[in-house]
């Protein structure tokens, strides 16, 4: 698996597992008819920030995407954020981990002092094991800021690590 910088060109294989995720409505703050022309807006982000997708080296296939950039702007702008998304039929291979990964290099490369995730939905325990195992900790949780599908008004933590 390699992890490049992701193009428009990329957004096709994106899109297919970025709608399902983001439809099914319990892991992500966006709206959960977004469209297919729409979804670019959100996802693909422009430089300084990134987006990356990740890669099958062998058959070329796109297995995972994240989105880097920083939390706040101003007197913030020294703590990074991102996103991440894996392709639920390539779940459990470890693409989600080199996202992470490449994402706080990423950010320490840049001179960012913390990554913040200002909203990990409390009931996403596998990404919340995965950001814990990689050295952020819950600072604080924000109840019922959440509706979940099934599980109704849940917490959404925010998430930090120092760089």
Do not use: C
């Given at each position: 698996?390699?992890?490049?910088?992701?193009?428009?060109?990329?957004?096709?294989?994106?899109?297919?597992?970025f709608h399902?995720?983001?439809?099914?409505?319990?892991?992500?703050?966006?709206?959960?008819?977004?469209?297919?022309?729409?979804?670019?807006?959100?996802?693909l982000l422009?430089?300084?920030?990134?987006?990356?997708?990740?890669?099958?080296?062998?058959?070329?296939?796109?297995?995972?995407?994240?989105?880097?950039?920083?939390?706040?702007?101003?007197?913030g702008a020294h703590v990074a954020s991102a996103s991440y998304m894996v392709d639920p039929a390539h779940g459990g291979r470890g693409v989600g981990r080199a996202l992470v990964e490449y994402s706080l290099d990423w950010a320490r490369e840049r001179g960012f002092r913390?990554?913040?995730?200002?909203?990990?939905?409390?009931?996403?325990?596998?990404?919340?094991?995965l950001y814990e195992r990689l050295g952020f900790r819950v600072v604080g949780t924000v109840p019922e800021a959440f509706h979940h599908p099934v599980r109704g008004y849940v917490g959404l933590h925010v998430m930090h690590r120092p760089l």
């Open positions: 698996m390699s992890i490049r910088e992701a193009t428009a060109d990329d957004w096709p294989a994106i899109w297919p597992f399902k995720i983001v439809a099914a409505g319990d892991t992500f703050t966006y709206p959960t008819g977004l469209s297919e022309e729409d979804g670019p807006g959100w996802w422009a430089a300084p920030n990134r987006t990356v997708v990740a890669v099958d080296d062998g058959t070329g296939t796109v297995l995972g995407t994240a989105k880097m950039n920083n939390n706040q702007g101003g007197n913390g990554m913040q995730f200002n909203a990990v939905v409390e009931t996403n325990v596998h990404a919340v094991r």
